[in-house]
């Protein structure tokens, strides 16, 4: 990579999330541009994030600046150990106008707002034009919402889902939903129980030993466990196609019933793991979308693949991703301090340990500390769920998720955590709080047959604490909830609750609430 300081006429910043090598900008070549990668310590320390998040952001960063100047273009690139190494994208866009005086800036289009409003703050200091670029990879523009839905200050995943369906022809015959169903999510809730066998092994391994070996040099506090000779997350656009056709074979004629599905045997069972090349612009969502629309249609796959797999997938992307983002935009910077319930409780201590007694709880957190991931439901229904129900603080349930997980950015971790897991935006992005007792656990994992706790009890010793906790939260929010129609039959059932049991039940949550870092 090229390390000239001659002048250039144009300088492009390129983000460590937008590694999109189908952008117009790469399309030609042009000695006057440079292009400026930075490894900067206010993107690894903002949170504590997972020690394979950082390696492997900084990994695909520099197969990407390498993937540059291998097709000719000037590339500028800092690493991390770098002595002359800048802190901020202020400083290395001030350092860049010293050394190579360009008479124009570009940047593409932020996907996070503090690094939005960072550049618009050195925007209004420096002395060369700042312009910024669409990153050409979402679906949606950031207002899509007001536009989409004007005068409204709260939205629905499925209307705005129908309506990406409807403009890109998506799953569509004609002007109705292939199938003659919109949303197959009732036939996307199977436990599994051993049949059918997982996938084949993930076709990717990455040695990043010199990549960790920097991190650790230049004193990145991370969290998390990493195997730097076998880190089994692609880096470059060649490894997540072939992770994308891994999925269409192996794993998308399962995935949809038995997307909801945990166990203890299988981290990942059959979801993609395509997440982390999305968010970094490694793939674009719409290619991966036509591909598994394409093979669903294909003669080759014809009759194995159902259609309830295909649109639960495509409605993860098309719907839950592009909507969550514009949420986001929707409601930051206010969205970041919503607390509707005023949770306070720290996280307990187990959420950086996975030492904790309540098997399901152990197991989806060992998996994010070990793998820097989980799937959506041990996201949302187990350590979501037990820290709304336990009460913590949005804020540092917050921090954990964007920062545990590989394939966490502000714009789609914040709406996810705050907004549906936490339900702390009031009902901006979900219609009812994600919680459950003891029994969906137990319906959709093998969790509870290998638990200190026991799923049937519901107050006394042994009793699982997912099951008073659940009463507790309905009891003590009812002045936010109990008007909530999705609600009725909760309220209807707590209020005609024999009156020793339930106080039986609010006085075991109690306790669990008090002595949480024992659980």
Known sequence: MSTTHATAHVVRIVLGDQLNRSHSWFRTLDPNIVYVLAEIRSETDYVVHHIQKVACLFAAMRAFAQHLSDKGHRVLYQRITDTRAVLTFGEIIERTIEELRPSLIQVMEPD????????RDVASRITVPLEVVSSEHFMTERDELHRMFPGKTSWRMESFYRRMR????????ADEPYGGTWNLDSENRRPWTGIPAPPRDFPISNDLTSVVADIRKAGVTTMGTINELHVAWPVTREQALDVLSWFVD????????YQDAMTTSHATLFHSRLSFALNTKMLHPHEVIRRVEESFRSSKHHGLIPLSSVEGFIRQILGWREYVRCVYWASMPDYATLNVFNHNTPLPHWFWTGETKMACVRDA???SLN????????????????????GCNPTDVDAWYLGVYIDAFEWVEMPNTRGMSQYADGGQMASKPYV?????????????????????????????PFTSLYWDFFDRNRSVLAKNHRLGMVYRTLDTMNNDVRAQLLQQAQHYRSNADQL
């Open 250 to 257: 192996e794993c998308l004629p399962h995935f949809g019933p």
């Open 436 to 464: 459950s007792s003891a029994s969906y656990i137990n319906r959709m994992s093998d969790y509870c047959s290998q638990c200190s706790y026991n799923p049937k009890l519901r107050t006394g010793e042994g009793s699982c």
């Open 112 to 119: 996070e707002w503090r690094v939005d409003a960072h550049l």
């Open 371 to 390: 793998n820097a991931y989980a799937h959506h439901i041990q996201r949302l229904m187990i350590t979501g769920n037990i820290a709304l129900l336990l």
């Open 365 to 367: 957190v060992t998996s």
């Open 166 to 173: 409807q403009r890109y022809a998506i799953l569509m015959e």
